[in-house]
């Protein structure tokens, strides 16, 4: 493979209360090649702001705290203030995702060095803005109770590229100071006076992981969340989304206001779909060795195991104190 300019790529994940999944989470985007990770939390109840900051303090992420009133919706007032954030502002490559989706690239060793490579010029200059991935969405594989242990190491059955969900996307794009805004699916309004470009231009088209142009994605187009059936395909790459984890982890969300639409969206329905998937996918453990050694290296680093399992012990209390409230 043909080594690719020194190019900084980061990734951006809202959460809340999502203390048990983070140190994985942190681990699995370091091992795959970005370089600056940004973190937005608000009205957090458990103790993973103070994981976030211990993790932060070490220089393995960067953490706002951006506490969102009630009644106001969520997520684009905190991709809002990630999207001023130096480490966002400045990198040549940006992703938004959640805590609960990995990327999952097939190609060469997997790391976003080998997604980008076919992609780019041999004068280096990379010949798409965007790339819309698809999700490929994972249950519970039957499992009740939250377990501490990586959860892509534990759900390994998932949906095919026929299912509805497997159209949905999240995108991986350059120069973020081109659009208005970041979405949780990518970005919005791209100014093509900022670009200097005209859409079509060299290196100004929208792509899938496998090279085929996306001609839905156009500036002037709605915000794209997925892609027509025809170009769904999980060959060079995926988000594994673990949409419900356990089941006990699933029932916290269950009866709540999704941060982006403030609607309860998690119903039976929605858990059924996601818990459909018949096909097995273990690609995610070829990492196995770099992402212990990773993983291995978060932990050490001062009072992150310690407030790791702080946040576990959250995690459970919360899960209680839900069944309590149903029974």
Known sequence: MKPLPQLRATVVCSMRNEGPFIVEWLAWYRMLGFDEVVVVTNNCT???PDLLDA?????WLHHIRHD???GHRITAQKLAAAKVHPAVRQADWVMVCDVDEFLVIHRGEGRLADLLAPHVAPDGAPRFLGMSINWRVFGT???EQFNDLPVHRQFFSASGVGAR???SVKSLHRKPDWFGALG???PRRLSLAAAGLGWGDPGMVWITPDGRPVAEWRPEGDYLRTVPARLVSHRVAQINHYMLRSVETFSLKAGSLSPVALRDRYSLDYFAEADAGQEQDRSALRHAAAFDRIHAEAMALPDVARLHGLCCDDHRR???EKLAGLS
């Open 318 to 320: 919360m899960i209680a």
């Open 184 to 186: 949780e699916h990518g």
């Open 68 to 70: 969102v009133p009630p």
């Open 55 to 59: 993790l932060q303090a070490a220089g």
């Open 46 to 48: 458990d103790r993973s």
């Open 165 to 167: 969900l497997s159209r």
């Open 141 to 143: 594989d039957g499992i």
